[in-house]
């Protein structure tokens, strides 16, 4: 019999569900929150309360869109964590219903595992074992990927995430969140031409921190002489922290990669749309002999798909949770 499973992703402030069967994607459904672009940032409770009013309406636009009705579903998964508590809740209670409802199991879904799998969603894909980059707003990770279900994080930021990073910038450029595919798009009118620093940090470790804080002395200097100066050389700006972030990414890649001798090589989380990125990965691929693999711009941002692909393995597994679950703040891959 077809195993039908129906996920929903909510850990941040994108309300997703998505259709698996049979190896196959039939829908990923995805609501986003505009709402929180007027605060600077996502507001873990206004975050919460849109889940609410999205979750209903996304998860009949994927049955929907799947041809697919809620009497033949095998089970349904869920995000249990990492996340926003409020926000995940809303996820882990919904799944709760529906499976009591529907007299079905439940699977629970870390968050970062499902970003690396994310790439099974379609073909082509890495084979085992290969490297992840998995660079989110919350995080950013070097996963050393044994097996669907066998992964292990070797690097790890020590401080803010590589899409902090990029909109923690854009606060500071005045530009409104999510900032990352903003300085994205104007990065690609300007040149690399302000130089600023690398972090002297150790093994496969990453640190933004201090990126973000040479940018800020830096623009804090040059508005002192223009108060036009972020105006005036946007693009510039842009390109050379987008640079500077990119490389910082790159270096450790290369160093995973020369460290445990793997060339299968993949990048996942939302900051794996970025375009600088995607080229770099390209180009170090065929200068290194690696085998890189991007995933679709869907499946790189959060998505329900990617929590699918995971339920399934867990799924064959037999690995089901029960009703006595609930979400995780904090929840680390390969553990
Ligand atoms: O994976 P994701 O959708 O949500 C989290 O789990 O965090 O990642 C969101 C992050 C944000 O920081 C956003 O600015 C960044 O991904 N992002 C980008 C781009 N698209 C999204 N950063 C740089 N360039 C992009 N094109
Ligand atoms: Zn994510």
Same mark, same amino acid.
């Given at each position: 019999?077809?195993?039908?499973?129906?996920?929903?992703?909510?850990?941040?402030?994108?309300?997703?569900?998505?259709?698996?069967?049979?190896?196959?994607?039939?829908?990923?459904? @995805?609501?986003?929150?505009?709402?929180?672009?007027?605060?600077?940032?996502?507001?873990?409770?206004?975050?919460? +309360?849109?889940?609410?009013?999205?979750?209903?309406?996304? @998860?009949?636009?994927?049955?929907?869109?799947?041809?697919?009705?809620?009497?033949?579903?095998?089970?349904?998964?869920?995000?249990?964590? /990492?996340?926003?508590?409020?926000?995940?809740?809303?996820? $882990?209670?919904?799944?709760?219903? !529906?499976?009591?409802?529907?007299?079905? /199991? *439940?699977?629970?879904?870390?968050?970062?595992?499902?970003?690396? !799998?994310?790439?099974?969603?379609?073909?082509?894909?890495?084979?085992? /074992?290969?490297l992840c980059l998995t660079v989110?707003?919350?995080?950013t990770q070097i @996963?050393?990927?044994?097996?669907?279900?066998? *992964?292990?994080?070797?690097g790890?930021t020590?401080?803010?995430?590589a899409?902090?990073a990029?909109?923690?910038?854009?606060?500071?450029?005045?530009?409104? %969140?999510?900032?990352?595919?903003?300085?994205?798009?104007?990065?690609?009118?300007?040149?690399a031409? %302000? /130089?600023f620093?690398e972090p002297?940090i150790?093994?496969l470790d990453f640190s933004f921190?201090?990126l973000?804080?040479?940018?800020?002395?830096? !623009?804090?200097?040059?508005?002192?002489?223009?108060?036009?100066?972020?105006?005036?050389?946007?693009?510039?700006?842009?390109?050379?922290v987008q640079d500077r972030i990119v490389s910082i990414l790159i270096k450790k890649l290369i160093r995973a990669s020369e460290q445990?001798?793997?060339q299968?090589i993949a990048i996942a989380g939302?900051v794996s749309?970025n375009s600088g990125l995607r080229q770099a990965i390209g180009e170090t691929g065929q200068e290194k002999g690696w085998?890189t693999?991007i995933?679709?711009?869907?499946?790189?941002?959060?998505?329900?798909?990617?929590?699918? $692909?995971?339920?399934? %393995?867990? %799924?064959?597994?037999?690995?089901?949770?029960?009703?006595? $679950?609930?979400? @995780?703040? +904090?929840?680390?891959?390969?553990?």
């Open positions: 019999m077809a195993v039908t499973i129906l996920a929903i992703e909510s850990s941040c402030d994108d309300t997703s569900a998505a259709i698996w069967q049979d190896g196959k994607i039939l829908s990923n459904c @995805v609501a986003n929150q505009d709402i929180h672009q007027k605060y600077g940032g996502v507001v873990p409770e206004v975050a919460s +309360r849109a889940h609410q009013e999205n979750i209903v309406p996304v @998860v009949h636009q994927a049955l929907e869109e799947a041809g697919i009705d809620k009497s033949k579903l095998s089970a349904v998964a869920f995000t249990k964590g /990492p996340g926003l508590i409020g926000s995940l809740l809303v996820g $882990v209670s919904f799944a709760k219903g !529906l499976a009591l409802s529907l007299g079905i /199991p *439940m699977l629970e879904v870390n968050h970062m595992r499902a970003h690396v !799998l994310a790439h099974f969603a379609e073909a082509p894909h890495p084979s085992f /074992p290969f989110s707003g919350g995080h @996963v050393l990927v044994k097996d669907f279900l066998d *992964m292990e994080v070797i790890t020590i401080d803010d995430a899409g902090e990029f909109d923690k910038t854009g606060k500071l450029l005045d530009l409104p %969140y999510p900032a990352g595919p903003l300085i994205d798009h104007y990065a690609k009118e300007g040149k031409i %302000y /130089p620093p002297k150790e093994g921190s201090g973000k804080t040479s940018i800020l002395y830096f !623009l804090k200097k040059e508005l002192k002489n223009n108060p036009d100066f972020i105006k005036e050389n946007l693009a510039d700006i842009c390109r050379s445990t001798g793997i299968e939302g749309a085998n693999y995933p679709r711009f869907e499946y790189c941002t959060d998505n329900a798909a990617m929590i699918a $692909v995971t339920a399934y %393995y867990k %799924y064959l597994k037999g690995e089901f949770t029960d009703q006595s $679950v609930t979400a @995780v703040a +904090r929840w680390k891959v390969g553990i």
